[in-house]
């Protein structure tokens, strides 16, 4: 009864912060508006070996406190029972990061709040100030490092888009199978990252001089060199590494229990956040924007693809993701799909929430949320299960762009990271395709002449792959990973093979 009645205290205390937040939304639009515009997300990714640190990490930067030495840290991140009573992040974690003129802003729920339920109780609360009094904001993605997950990791890497990543590296362990697995993730996808070693308050002195030397030598295989920042004049420099190339990776040493290094680390997410979005909001940028779109007067596809659903009691189904193209408008018609019978569902749009802060807009490169309504003459009640993680959302203007880009079928140019053995027609891995994961055959493999082959490790053919559970919406360009317990391969999409006669549209 005790556990009954602190769960419907928590549920209550979550629709009250809720219904404030909708409420204090509503009236203020405007200030939404222009504090988010169409400035794209920033995302960094947290990388690295299991027990490296890395939600440990992630709750000492988000909520500018330091940890205990015991998990305390991570206790606020990590989202579920199981999670905290081994240890290890099984899911996708999000944090905001919030930074004004002068310092990081840490929101007043957050303060001095050692209990992790209650910080959990009052999460929308913490997101809600931080994207309504923060100048720059930086949302931390924590993917898992147990091999296990590595799907889980791979998700996150290609359906989040992150614009860098962390990698963590404990110096205690060293480098790991999995950190190298994840760095080759990153170059694989030509993510840019950087080294944040942990954990320097407890590795013995030749441990630690060993974990530096094999750091280096990943880096060199990378085709990087490190940048050590031991100072705080190094900060910028390191930006600059960051932006200007893929030549230079910096590392930073901290601790997450003593605070040594946090400092620099901190500053150095902060500059890269004010970069970007100073780069996205210069004004000659939003001059080159107005000319060009004065120039074409064109209609652009939206692009919008669903990493998560919910369903709210009081709201219905939600669905989150990200806006890859175009813009989003409250009340506009929509189509989502393809279920698993390869059919569209038109709804209306009700509401639009931008890092739990309600919005009248979303623009391209944005993550938000999307409450929807059921359209069409039986108006029939939305269920969750009619929704799936990889399903995309467009205008109902754009129904030429389903039909060409709903498929089962698609050529893929493919590199063989890794296979044991050799690759032949029949063969089918997981393929994942940003937000889209499943399991796919191998109709035919080609060379570059042309001609029949088998791919081995190191290999660069040309693929046709078959979905066998139902069609997928692709575009061309998209890059690919696929992979087969240890057997992994890359690649884009170079061209697709919509099907002929099929009707995708629910009459």
């Not at 030397?213 to 880096?219: F, Q, S």
Request: glycine share 8%; aromatic share 6%.
């Amino acid at each position: 009864k005790r556990r009954e009645e602190k769960r419907n205290m928590e549920v209550l205390k979550e629709t009250k912060l809720q219904s404030c937040g909708t409420d204090a939304g509503t009236s203020s639009y405007d200030d939404s508006e222009n504090r988010f515009g169409e400035t794209k997300d920033f995302r960094i990714a947290l990388l690295g070996n299991v027990d490296s640190g890395k939600s440990t990490l992630c709750g000492v930067l988000s909520r500018g406190m330091l940890d205990d030495g015991r998990g305390m840290a991570r206790s606020f991140i990590l989202r579920h029972q199981h999670e905290l009573k081994r240890g290890q992040t099984s899911s996708v974690a999000m944090e905001l990061l919030g930074f004004s003129k002068e310092k990081q802003v840490i929101p007043s729920c957050m303060q001095n709040t050692n209990n992790h339920i209650k910080a959990k109780a009052s999460h929308n609360k913490e997101f809600y100030e931080i994207a309504s009094t923060a100048e720059h904001r930086c949302t931390l993605v924590d993917l898992c490092g147990h091999e296990k997950y590595l799907k889980t990791t791979i998700y996150g890497l290609t359906g989040m888009g992150p614009n860098c990543a962390m990698i963590i590296v404990g110096a205690n362990h060293g480098i790991q199978r999995m950190t190298r697995e994840h760095l080759g993730l990153c170059c694989a996808l030509r993510v840019p990252f950087y080294v944040v070693v942990t954990k320097i308050d407890m590795c013995p002195e030749n441990i630690f001089r060993e974990t530096q030397t094999k750091v280096k030598r990943v880096l060199r295989k990378a085709a990087r060199k490190a940048y050590y920042v031991k100072e705080s004049a190094h900060v910028e420099q390191a930006v600059n590494c960051m932006t200007a190339g893929n030549q230079f990776a910096p590392v930073f040493e901290i601790s997450s229990v003593t605070g040594a290094g946090l400092d620099m680390l901190r500053e150095f997410i902060k500059q890269l956040t004010v970069k970007h979005s100073h780069d996205k909001l210069t004004a000659s940028v939003k001059q080159q924007v107005l000319e060009k779109e004065e120039e074409k007067k064109e209609y652009k596809h939206t692009e919008f693809y669903l990493d998560d659903i919910f369903l709210v009691q009081g709201v219905g189904i939600v669905l989150g993701g990200t806006l890859r193209s175009g813009k989003f408008s409250v009340n506009d018609r929509l189509l989502v799909g393809p279920d698993r019978s390869g059919f569209y569902r038109n709804v209306l749009l009700k509401s639009i929430h931008r890092q739990c802060v309600p919005s009248q807009h979303v623009y391209e490169g944005q993550h938000a949320t999307l409450a929807i309504k059921s359209l069409g003459r039986n108006k029939e009640q939305l269920k969750r299960n009619q929704f799936r993680k990889g399903m995309v959302v467009v205008r109902e203007q754009d129904r030429e762009l389903l039909e060409q880009n709903t498929v089962r079928e698609f050529l893929a140019d493919i590199k063989v990271l890794h296979h044991s053995t050799t690759i032949s027609p029949g063969y089918s891995p997981v393929v994942h395709l940003g937000v889209v994961r499943q399991a796919a055959i191998i109709l035919s493999i080609k060379d570059r002449d042309g001609n029949e082959c088998t791919a081995r490790t190191g290999s660069e053919v040309t693929v046709r792959f078959r979905f066998l559970h139902a069609a997928e919406f692709l575009s061309k360009g998209r890059s690919l990973i696929f992979r087969e317990g240890r057997a992994k391969g890359c690649g884009r999409v170079a061209e697709l093979y919509p099907p002929e006669n099929v009707q995708l549209f629910q009459s």
